[in-house]
């Protein structure tokens, strides 16, 4: 069985920063490419970013320069460094993983609560 598990959510101020961590662990023999979602209250989910195994990244053009996306592949572990955060980055945070275990499939996380307040 394969997890993922988000942490490093909370409350900032405006301006803050934070770092959200997801780490999968399981029956896992490889990941591909791993990314960070959100959903804000009332909206749907959209992308914030994504990363491949070799390091490539691609982001939703309104986060970029503000959020950083890196993983650790030998910790199967993808992060998601937040700068200068505003109101309207309050959401839920998801991170996902194209991962082979058993099979092939993407798992998601449970979700971590961010919070920025003005």
């Known amino acids: 069985q394969v997890e993922l598990v988000e942490s490093g959510g909370g409350l900032v101020q405006v301006g803050g920063s934070l770092r959200l961590s997801c780490a999968a662990s399981?029956?896992?023999?490889?990941?591909?490419?791993m990314g960070w979602y959100r959903q804000a209250p009332g909206k749907q989910r959209e992308l914030v970013a994504t990363?491949?195994?070799?390091?490539?990244?691609n982001y939703v053009d309104s986060l970029k320069g503000r959020f950083t996306i890196s993983r650790d592949n030998a910790k199967n572990t993808v992060y998601l460094q937040m700068n200068s955060l505003k109101p309207e980055d309050t959401a839920v945070y998801y991170c996902?993983?194209?991962?082979?275990?058993?099979?092939?499939?993407?798992?998601w996380g449970q979700g971590t609560q961010v919070t920025v307040s003005s």
């Open positions: 399981g029956s896992i023999l490889s990941i591909n490419a």
């Open positions: 996902n993983a194209d991962i082979v275990s058993n099979y092939r499939r993407i798992y």
């Open positions: 990363i491949t195994t070799g390091g490539s990244t």
